[in-house]
């Protein structure tokens, strides 16, 4: 899915939506927001304003510009003209501030948008498209068609070095180390920069729905960040956690949360932490133990 430019860094709580409507052949769709995020955040960050859609054919003409009002986006009564092949959404303010994006597809007889807070499209909707079974839209992730490593009721390590586990950024600055869980970490040191550039993401893939305990190993000589900001997404949310990792040279607790069955559910962690720069930030192992159903 293609992203806008000028993304700006993650909110503290996230926000996102899937929207399907159906539509093409310029008839008239409802938009059903739906999916992962909290939709009083979206409703609150567009009370007042407007959604503009751009709706788009083959080569990427436009082919007609629309207004709407935002008040209620769960229920967005749209015409998509004929031709339309994909729809760009963003959504302003009352007082004409952009705070909302989302883009899509129009797949057959539906309009498949992810939308989001424009500080967490790039980071939660790149990889993410969405479905529609019956009258509900869900997510669904078409670049992992089955999971790396299943995540059972039974203690689950993912480690830095295993198929569940990605880094990325300035190659330069991502520094692997004989240390850490299993001998093994990456580090690079914190910015403050408003954007992520170096970063590890732990995907997750769950066989049972619950409530789970997530730890991170943070090996002192290199997870030295006391601020190091790490994101879960889980269930329908996406929560913001504040870890000290300089205090524990072993386990340290990231949190406690309801996760669903199946994937499209990760922990992030960027070097943009709310601390001072240039200190020791360490991507090591991910512990999950299952508390409760």
Do not use: K
């Not at 927001?33 to 009083?40: A, E, F, Q, S, T």
């Not at 386990?251 to 069955?261: K, N, T, V, Y």
């Amino acid at each position: 899915m293609a992203r806008p430019p000028s993304l700006l860094t993650l909110l503290t709580a996230t926000v996102l939506a899937s929207a399907c409507g159906t539509g093409g052949d310029g008839s008239t769709a409802r938009i059903d927001v739906c999916g992962r995020g909290d939709r009083r955040q979206l409703a609150d960050a567009l009370a007042g304003g407007t959604l503009a859609l751009t709706f788009r054919g083959a080569d990427g003409q436009v082919l007609l510009l629309r207004e709407a009002a935002a008040d209620s986006p769960d229920l967005l009564p749209v015409a998509l003209p004929a031709g339309t092949t994909s729809v760009d959404i963003e959504g302003l303010t009352d007082l004409g501030t952009v705070v909302a994006t989302g883009t899509g597809a129009v797949l057959g007889s539906r309009a498949c948008v992810c939308l989001a807070l424009i500080e967490d499209f790039d980071f939660v909707c790149s990889e993410v498209s969405c479905t529609q079974e019956e009258a509900s839209c869900s997510f669904f992730d078409p670049l992992e068609p089955a999971p790396c490593q299943l995540i059972t009721d039974t203690e689950t390590i993912l480690d830095n070095d295993t198929p569940c586990v990605s880094t990325g950024g300035t190659a330069g600055f991502l520094r692997t180390e004989s240390a850490g869980f299993g001998g093994s970490l990456v580090w690079t040191n914190t910015t403050d920069s408003a954007s992520t550039d170096n970063f590890a993401r732990w995907d997750l893939v769950f066989e049972t729905a619950g409530l789970y305990r997530v730890e991170a190993f943070t090996a002192a000589e290199f997870g030295q960040a006391s601020e190091a900001l790490y994101r879960v997404a889980h269930g329908s949310f996406l929560s913001s956690i504040v870890v000290d990792q300089s205090a524990s040279d072993e386990w340290s607790l990231i949190g406690d949360f309801e996760f669903d069955a199946g994937g499209v559910q990760f922990v992030f962690l960027g070097d943009n932490t709310n601390g001072p720069a240039g200190v020791h930030l360490a991507f090591d192992a991910i512990r999950l133990t299952r508390i409760s159903p």
